[in-house]
Each structure stands twice: as structure tokens, then as C-alpha cells.
Nanobody, 126 residues
Framework: QVQLAESGGGSVQAGGSLRLSCTAS????????MGWFRQAQGKEREGIAA????????WYADSVKGRFTISQDNAKNTLYLQMNDLKPEDSAVYYC???????????????????WGQGTQVTVSS
């Protein structure tokens, strides 16, 4: 079973940038879909970005489209989330997740994913 570990969270002012990393304990299979989710205090966890490893096709939630970019480095077994123009409403715990099939069906739906990291906190101040 794969272990996922997020890093790169922290505190930043509005308009700033952060890059989150998610490192897998073993090589990332090209057949999987990997995603980023976030959960703000008192709210449900929401999917914000996903990528199909085989062809790097990406999906984004409207709330982050144009500001966040998901990418992968297969040689490093690592998934990234580049977050630009951060807003206070982006404050949340960010999780990476993996599922064993493509992203083409419901890529941002939490229950479609099998493996999860522990999360990393992102706080954006105004």
C-alpha cells in the first residue's frame, strides 16, 4: 500500500505563492490518478485539482482555476501543487490522494480515492 506525505504548507500573505509537494513511498504507476483536496475549518473536504499520470491531463475546480497548477515528477515519485495569488479563503488543510484508475470519471470526488496523505496546513492572511 502506498504511503503519501505532503509538505510545503505554511503561512503566507494574500497574493503570495506556495508550492506543495506530495511524495509517494513507491514509484507512481502511470495508470493512476492523483489529486489535491482541501478542507477548511468547519467545511467539507473539496477536490481542487487532479492529474492523470499517464498523459498529464489535469482537472481543476473553478475556485482555483488559473491560480493553481498540478504537476508531477515521476523520477522523484512526487506530485506538486503550485499555488499562486493566494486568498484568505484558500486557507485549509491540503491533502494529496491517489486512486488506481484514470481521472476521467469524477476526478475531484473524494470517495473515488483510495489512498490519502496526512495533510499540510496552508494559512493565508489578508
Amino acid at each position: 500500500q502506498v504511503q503519501l506525505a505532503e509538505s510545503g504548507g505554511g503561512s503566507v500573505q494574500a497574493g503570495g505563492s506556495l508550492r506543495l509537494s506530495c511524495t509517494a513511498s513507491r514509484g507512481i504507476d502511470t495508470s493512476v490518478c492523483m489529486g489535491w483536496f482541501r478542507q477548511a475549518q468547519g467545511k467539507e473536504r473539496e477536490g481542487i485539482a487532479a492529474v492523470y499520470i499517464a498523459n498529464r491531463r489535469a482537472w481543476y475546480a473553478d475556485s482555483v482555476k488559473g491560480r493553481f497548477t498540478i504537476s508531477q515528477d515521476n523520477a522523484k515519485n512526487t506530485l506538486y501543487l503550485q499555488m499562486n495569488d493566494l486568498k484568505p479563503e484558500d486557507s485549509a488543510v491540503y491533502y494529496c490522494a491517489e486512486r488506481s484508475y484514470s481521472c476521467y470519471n469524477r476526478p475531484l470526488v473524494e470517495r473515488e480515492y483510495d489512498h490519502w496523505g496526512q495533510g499540510t496546513q496552508v494559512t493565508v492572511s489578508s
